[in-house]
């Protein structure tokens, strides 16, 4: 997957500084601010409708943010017109947000209404430098495109993904994907990890879908499984769809090597399946295994972190459960979903930080209970939450180690606390 040299560009620090904001509303401020971007770096790169503007708009992972409308979409080529476009941004106090792959489950986090729009959608390339084995990737880029860019030199690397911390099936041995960063990142120089190409099938793993009557078991497993494994190798991860009175849950596991171990997952292969899926894989199939591309529903993500006995899984399913039975007439889907993050994991980087957004849009008596759901369900003592699978009204750096450092850090190169103040984050700092 990735390393850790990553570059960010605090865009408004060269920027012109203005003595004191202009105090215009928030319409007025980012009319203002598109009118001058648009000046400086003309159409088609700023917009303000049109087919380009709508399929920006449109094509976002969740749902609730395709209802906003930014006053002009900025579409940089270099790290220069993100510069312009900060700079002006600043100028006017304009409300703004950036978004790279649009897949973030967070409401209100890759798009706005009354704000400038920073899209990296035509920054997209990836290249690799045989010289520094690194390998560089622009913000807009899909994992997949990029993955399948530089998968016929047996690499893999894993944007938007990398602020929040990153997780994947690397992740046990290379740890988080992303160090902290601050600014807008317009270029990531990662070093690669030799994961084989396609052809490679150096994993073994896949899927095993279980019956409702195993989803206790599948939460004991799991709780033992994220106690217990010391072994850089596994993957894993468990899917719980609660549709009320009917409950399925699939769980994805991996191993690099030959086969899946009884030792580490003799209680996954115990339980009684519906279905099984297993077979030698490589990295770039067992990365492409688990469809989350699709667009189409409002989503809301809310993250707890949990260690421990049987039992902490079981009252936090049990509250989940209980909620997707209130609300079963207002939701199309609910999933409880545990992806492992081992010791190792943190032994092998220090952990990211990124920016989190505004409370979210859900119908308000299911957002009533959704607040009761995390309040509930909550983390076990000392444990941080993992920023990509959080709620906004989480106040996420708060649980990190190094939140001081983060606030200190935050406070150097953002003085005047623009961004708290005119982007949709981070909260707590
Ligand atoms: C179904 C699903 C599965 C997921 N699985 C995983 C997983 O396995 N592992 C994991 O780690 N995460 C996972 N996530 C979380 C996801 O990776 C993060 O939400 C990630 O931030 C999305 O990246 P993006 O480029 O699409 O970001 P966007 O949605 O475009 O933006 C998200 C945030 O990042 C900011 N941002 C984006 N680019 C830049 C930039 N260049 N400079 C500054 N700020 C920027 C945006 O302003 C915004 O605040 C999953 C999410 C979903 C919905
Ligand atoms: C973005 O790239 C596409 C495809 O190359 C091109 O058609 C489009 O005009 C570009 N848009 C902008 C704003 O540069
Ligand atoms: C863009 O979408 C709006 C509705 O949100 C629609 O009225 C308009 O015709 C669309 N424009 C184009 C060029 O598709
Ligand atoms: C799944 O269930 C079938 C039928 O009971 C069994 O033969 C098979 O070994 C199970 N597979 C796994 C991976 O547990
Ligand atoms: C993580 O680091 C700690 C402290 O150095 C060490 O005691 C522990 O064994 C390490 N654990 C793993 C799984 O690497
Ligand atoms: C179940 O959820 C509902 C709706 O949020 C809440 O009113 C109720 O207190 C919950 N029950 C329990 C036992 O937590």
């Not at 303000?48 to 503007?53: A, I, K, N, T, V």
């Not at 690194?134 to 495109?145: I, K, L, S």
């Not at 072994?231 to 009320?244: C, E, H, Q, Y």
Request: aromatic share 10%; with cysteine; glycine share 10%.
């Amino acid at each position: 997957m990735v390393g850790p040299q990553t570059e960010a560009a605090v865009a408004y620090e060269n920027s012109t500084r203005r003595d004191s904001p202009p105090d215009l509303d928030p319409a007025s401020a980012a009319s203002s601010a598109c009118a001058a971007i648009l000046l400086a770096l003309g159409s088609p790169v700023v917009q303000s409708s049109g087919p380009e503007y709508n399929a920006t708009t449109q094509d976002i992972w969740n749902l609730f943010n395709t209802l906003d409308q930014p006053t002009c979409i900025v579409y940089p080529r270099t790290g220069a017109d993100v510069q312009a476009a900060m700079a002006n941004i600043f100028q006017f106090g304009s409300h703004y947000v950036v978004q790279a792959g649009a897949h973030s489950a967070m409401v209100g986090y890759n798009s706005i209404t009354d704000g400038v729009l920073i899209s990296f959608a035509n920054m997209t390339s990836t290249t690799y430098n045989p010289q520094t084995g690194t390998v560089t990737v622009q913000p807009g880029v899909r994992w997949g495109d990029a993955m399948a860019a530089i998968e016929h030199l047996g690499f893999d690397v894993g944007t938007g993904l990398l602020l929040g911390g990153g997780i994947s099936y690397l992740a046990p041995l290379y740890g988080w994907a992303g160090p902290t960063v601050l600014g807008i990142v317009t270029r990531y120089e990662l070093f690669p990890v030799r994961t084989g190409t396609k052809e490679q099938k150096n994993w073994f793993g896949g899927s095993i879908t279980y019956p409702a009557s195993s989803s206790v078991a599948i939460l004991e497993a799991s709780a033992r499984y994220i106690r217990e494994n010391t072994d850089t190798k596994a993957g894993f991860i468990a899917l719980l769809n609660t549709i009320p009175s009917d409950v399925t849950a699939t769980v994805y596991l991996f191993y690099n090597g030959p086969s899946l171990p009884h030792s580490i997952f003799g209680d996954f292969l115990s339980i009684p399946n519906t279905s099984a899926s297993l077979s030698p894989l490589s990295y770039f199939d067992i990365s492409n295994l688990i469809p989350g591309n699709a667009r189409g529903n409002g989503q809301q993500f809310g993250a707890a972190s949990w260690v421990g006995d049987e039992a902490t899984f079981l009252s936090g399913y049990n509250h989940f459960f209980n909620f997707t039975e209130t609300f079963a007439a207002d939701l199309v889907g609910s999933d409880l979903i545990i992806s492992p993050i081992p010791q190792s994991q943190w032994n092998a980087t220090k952990t990211g930080a990124n920016a989190i957004g505004d409370p979210g849009v859900a119908p308000p008596g299911v957002q009533a209970g959704f607040e009761l759901l995390l309040e509930q369900a909550s983390s076990s003592p000392g444990l941080p939450l993992y920023i990509n699978e959080c709620d906004a009204s989480q106040n996420v750096f708060k649980t990190y180690p190094s939140f001081a450092a983060l606030q200190k850090t935050y406070a150097k190169y953002d003085p005047s606390r623009f961004n708290v103040e005119h982007t949709t984050g981070p909260i707590g700092l």
